[in-house]
């Protein structure tokens, strides 16, 4: 029995297939790789020694994900496969809507069809909205989202619930990331985005590397102790072991649960910069800029349900994610690309 990894070849699906291998469990990954190349795979297996199958499908594809289940049988999902770039989703409703709404959906029937009813899904602490007091806790409202993109989290959350509710053979994790970053400690994998990235660490290692002149840091009028926006960072391998966890209670309990997965602390633009700077060892030349819609002054987890009922915290800190995400982009100043 394996767990199937949708969005297996992406930055936070790459790094838990590695843990998961880590831990024992068997494998497959489905992609359509729109955005992710399969070498991600190729370098999991590298770094782990063990292989696993991995397939090109879409998630909407019905057919394909009928063929895949049939030969895989996996006992769980972890669900990662979706589209996530907020400016993109602005512009373009529809498809955000299609690919990562209709895509859960088609999945969920897959699933369904199977016999397979255990997903853990990648949710985000953008689903508290821009009204809720830090730190989030689970049991707060969700809502006012600022973007599509953070609508078709809410709205798989949703989803996921009243699943639930019709079927209580349903076992549904949610995990609610806050802002992933760093990579493996090997340098082999780590997160590749296409053109010009939209969130601050991929733009400052994009820096760092020669490839963009400086960066840009939106607003020091915030109402935070320096004035730039204050998120909880997290190390990409915590969040992967959290999966982990995730995963093996979600196999254990019925019903759906949710979990922040973050570490309990802000850290504000400018100390990362500093942070990264101390890891490169060159200052990172950057502007003061504009700031950016949607953006708010503070994010961070009360991560203690994941504490008690996972029995996992994130251990790794600030210092450490600025080096692995520095030796990733110096080791691959093109991502995945040669
Ligand atoms: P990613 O883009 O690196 O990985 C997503 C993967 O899904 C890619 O490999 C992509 O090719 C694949 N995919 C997309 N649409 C698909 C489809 N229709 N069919 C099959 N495969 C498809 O992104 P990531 O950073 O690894 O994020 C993984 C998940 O976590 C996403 O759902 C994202 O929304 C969510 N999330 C990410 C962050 C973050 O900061 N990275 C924060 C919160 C939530
Ligand atoms: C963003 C998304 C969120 C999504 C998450 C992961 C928005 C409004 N939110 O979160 O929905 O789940 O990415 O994909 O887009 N910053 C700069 N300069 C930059 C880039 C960012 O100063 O070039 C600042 C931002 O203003 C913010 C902080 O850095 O204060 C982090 O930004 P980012 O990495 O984009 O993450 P979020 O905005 O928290």
Redesign the pocket.
């Known amino acids: 029995m394996a767990i199937l990894i949708?969005?297996g070849?992406?930055?936070?699906?790459s790094h838990t297939c590695v843990e998961l291998l880590n831990a024992g469990f068997d494998i497959a990954v489905?992609?359509?790789?729109?955005?992710?190349n399969a070498e991600s795979c190729k370098r999991v297996e590298k770094i782990t020694g063990k292989t696993f199958p991995v397939y090109t499908?879409?998630?909407?594809d019905k057919a394909g994900l009928d063929k895949v289940f049939a030969e895989v049988k996996p006992e769980a999902v972890i669900h990662?496969?979706?589209?996530?770039a907020v400016p993109e989703s602005v512009q373009k409703p529809l498809l955000y809507y299609d690919?990562n709404i209709a895509?859960t959906v088609t999945l969920l029937q897959a699933m369904d069809d199977a016999g397979c009813k255990c997903i853990v899904f990648?949710?985000?602490?953008?689903v508290y909205g821009d009204s809720n007091p830090v730190p989030f806790k689970e049991d707060m409202t969700e809502g006012n989202t600022t973007n599509p993109?953070g609508t078709t989290?809410l709205y798989i959350e949703r989803i996921l619930k009243d699943l639930c509710v019709s079927d209580p053979d349903w076992h549904v994790c949610i995990l609610r990331?806050f802002?992933?970053i760093g990579a493996h400690e090997s340098g082999m994998i780590g997160?590749a985005p296409n053109g010009i990235p939209n969130?601050l660490m991929p733009y400052i290692t994009q820096v760092a590397v020669g490839k963009r002149e400086k960066l840009s840091i939106y607003g020091d009028n915030y109402n935070t102790p320096d004035g730039t926006g204050v998120r909880d960072y997290i190390h990409v391998t915590d969040l992967a072991i959290g999966h982990v966890r995730a995963v093996e209670r979600a196999l254990k309990t019925a019903g759906a649960e949710i979990f922040n997965l973050g570490t309990g602390h802000g850290v504000s633009v400018l100390e990362l910069v500093k942070a990264f700077e101390k890891a490169c060892g060159k200052p990172l030349p950057y502007v003061i800029a504009e700031r950016r819609p949607g953006d708010i002054d503070t994010s961070y987890a009360d991560a203690s349900r994941a504490n008690e009922l996972l029995n996992w915290k994130a251990e790794r800190g600030v210092d450490k994610m600025c080096e692995d995400s520095w030796r990733w982009q110096k080791n691959n100043p093109n991502g995945y690309d040669e």
């Open positions: 949708s969005g070849a992406g930055f936070i699906g489905l992609d359509n790789f729109c955005n992710s499908c879409d998630i909407r990662f496969a979706g589209l996530k690919n895509g990648s949710s985000s602490a953008t993109y989290k990331y802002n992933p997160e969130n």
